[in-house]
């Protein structure tokens, strides 16, 4: 009698303790839903605000982000809408998502800065931007407009991504220079960059120095002597800058006569 006495009330606190785990589970799926519920009526996006666009529209980034008033801010992926913009606006070089609570979305993008013609192979240009995106094809009466890339052709490229060449020495000299160039501030008087024979590498700043820069070795360095030689010349000089033995610490410049 007794081991069935003690059989019983096992029994019973086993029961105690199934219906105590059954309660905790049934809380904490009312708190659980309590918090989707209350996420899903609190957290509505009311405004969206874009900055630093100039070349697109604020609307035709809104429509590339996908996002909408009234969707959910909690749950808006940041990857996959910075993604989707980049993807349909090949200017924006990037892009970054802010969630400001409790209704706020800020997209932040920065667009290129400055763009550079060159041919392909069958007779029509493309502008590029820095880094060797491909950015758009325009009519060839346009190309005196841009800066441009002199001495090699791309093949036709799509719009969005990396461009290639057959001639890819030669490009990829180009893109050296636009990289080191990139933040100097100078980018955007560059009128052209000419690497035909890429150890010879000629650059024209708007119309009023050609700077030779010899081959691609030690680029950063002659790029940094450059801004510095600008820095130091008077707006009303023009001429040659010799940049072809600036490891050696030489450059030179030759007034226009």
């Known amino acids: ?3 069935q006495q003690q059989k019983g009330r096992s029994g019973e606190h086993s029961d105690y303790n199934t219906g105590r785990t059954a309660g905790k589970l049934i809380i904490m799926a009312a708190v659980v839903a309590a918090v989707i519920f209350g996420v899903a009526i609190f957290f509505k996006i009311s ?6 666009n100039s070349i697109y529209s604020t609307e035709r980034i809104l429509e590339a982000s ?7 801010l909690l749950t808006v992926n ?5 993604g989707s913009i980049k993807a349909a606006l090949p200017y924006v070089e990037s892009v970054s998502i802010a969630r400001s609570l409790p209704d706020t979305v800020v997209i932040q993008v920065r667009e290129s800065e400055a763009c550079f013609a060159v041919p392909t192979g069958i007779n029509t240009v493309w502008l590029i931007n820095a880094s060797g995106k491909a950015l758009e094809r325009i009519d060839n009466s346009e190309t005196e407009s841009y800066a441009q890339i002199l001495g090699v052709t ?15 020495d030669q490009l990829d000299a180009a893109l050296m220079v636009l990289k080191e160039l990139d933040g100097t501030g100078i980018l955007e008087n ?3 960059v000419n690497v ?6 000629v650059l024209w700043y708007a119309d009023r120095y050609e700077v030779k820069l010899g081959g691609t070795e030690n680029m950063p360095y002659k790029i940094q002597y450059l801004v510095s030689i600008l820095d130091q010349l008077s707006e009303f000089q023009a001429g040659v800058i010799d940049l072809t033995e600036a490891s050696t610490g ?3 410049f030759q007034p226009r006569a």
């Open 1 to 3: 009698m007794k081991v």
């Open 196 to 201: 035909e024979k890429e150890y010879d590498i």
């Open 250 to 252: 030489k450059a030179r």
């Open 66 to 72: 996908g996002l909408e008033v009234g969707d959910n």
């Open 78 to 82: 940041k990857a996959t809408t910075a």
């Open 47 to 52: 405004i969206i605000e874009v900055q630093g």
């Open 154 to 168: 791309i093949d036709s490229p799509t719009m969005g991504e990396q461009v290639t060449s057959q001639s890819q």
């Open 190 to 192: 560059v009128a052209s």
